[in-house]
């Protein structure tokens, strides 16, 4: 058993857009915990790749990419070898090469110790497609939250054009689909409910009330811990 097996972690997944986010960085403030936007790593890789013109299909060259990030988190911001990247991760084509990349065993492998290490005290939350099946299996709480489609395309239109970018809602409705395609459909971590995991459906629901669900469940499961 590994020495940080007694710091809590509530592990989050879904799918793009989901809201997990937001609701995972609120979750964390509001008891304390570290916070872990574990896509932000795969998007660091893929715009290291991008920058670099590392070829997308060299899993090898990707894999060494990852292992060598020299990113760091400040509050809100992300940092990639000192320059403020939190706004340029978030570009589209940045998403998508994440997803491509995110398929490669040797990738998500290189990214792996990397995750653990943001398990500290006083607790963790960490949110990603994987958090609860892969990476923190055994989790104090897991919970998967959903969106429908056209709900999750709504939000990622409003985030981009509040981020300055342009969006077009058809482009990003293909988009979103072709990624929640691939990243469940994966051969390796696929996105899907870890076991015992509660599904939230936040298709008709402000991110508050999505924050106080998951600290009721949360509240529950210490005391079953
Ligand atoms: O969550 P976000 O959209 O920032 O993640 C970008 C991409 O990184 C996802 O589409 C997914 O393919 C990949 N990812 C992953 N495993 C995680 C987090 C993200 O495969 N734990």
Same mark, same amino acid.
């Given at each position: 058993?590994?020495?940080?097996?007694?710091?809590?972690?509530?592990?989050? $997944?879904?799918?793009?857009?989901?809201?997990?986010?937001?609701?995972?960085?609120?979750?964390?403030?509001?008891?304390?915990?570290?916070?872990?936007?574990?896509?932000?790593?795969?998007?660091?890789?893929?715009?290291?790749?991008?920058?670099?013109?590392?070829?997308?299909?060299?899993?090898?060259?990707?894999?060494?990419?990852?292992?060598?990030?020299?990113?760091?988190? $400040?509050?809100?911001?992300?940092?990639?070898?000192?320059?403020?990247?939190? $706004?340029?991760?978030?570009?589209?084509?940045?998403?998508?090469?994440?997803?491509?990349?995110?398929?490669?065993?040797?990738?998500?492998?290189?990214?792996?110790?990397?995750?653990?290490?943001?398990? @500290?005290?006083?607790?963790?939350?960490? $949110?990603?497609?994987? @958090?609860?099946?892969?990476?923190?299996?055994?989790?104090?709480?897991?919970?998967?939250?959903?969106?429908?489609?056209?709900?999750?395309?709504?939000?990622?239109?409003?985030?981009?054009?509040?981020?300055?970018?342009?969006?077009? @809602?058809?482009?990003?409705?293909?988009?979103? @689909?072709?990624?929640?395609?691939?990243?469940?459909?994966?051969?390796?971590?696929?996105?899907?409910?870890?076991?015992?995991?509660?599904?939230?459906?936040?298709?008709?629901?402000?991110?508050?009330?999505?924050?106080?669900?998951?600290?009721?469940?949360?509240?529950?499961?210490?005391?079953?811990?």
């Amino acid at each position: 058993m590994s020495a940080t097996h007694h710091i809590p972690v509530i592990a989050i $997944d879904g799918p793009t857009a989901s809201g997990k986010g937001t609701v995972a960085h609120r979750v964390a403030l509001h008891l304390g915990f570290h916070y872990l936007d574990s896509g932000a790593l795969y998007r660091l890789t893929a715009l290291s790749a991008l920058r670099s013109g590392t070829e997308l299909g060299d899993e090898h060259a990707l894999a060494k990419l990852a292992a060598g990030l020299q990113c760091s988190f $400040d509050g809100d911001k992300i940092l990639l070898s000192h320059e403020n990247v939190t $706004d340029a991760i978030r570009a589209e084509e940045v998403g998508n090469t994440a997803s491509r990349i995110a398929a490669l065993p040797a990738v998500r492998q290189a990214l792996y110790g990397l995750q653990l290490r943001f398990r @500290m005290p006083p607790g963790l939350v960490a $949110d990603g497609r994987d @958090m609860g099946t892969v990476i923190f299996p055994h989790a104090q709480l897991k919970v998967f939250l959903t969106a429908s489609v056209e709900a999750r395309a709504q939000r990622r239109y409003k985030q981009l054009i509040d981020k300055g970018f342009s969006a077009n @809602m058809h482009d990003l409705l293909k988009d979103l @689909m072709e990624r929640d395609a691939r990243d469940a459909n994966r051969a390796i971590a696929p996105l899907k409910p870890a076991e015992g995991a509660y599904l939230l459906d936040t298709s008709d629901m402000t991110a508050d009330r999505a924050v106080e669900q998951v600290l009721r469940w949360y509240a529950v499961a210490k005391k079953h811990a």
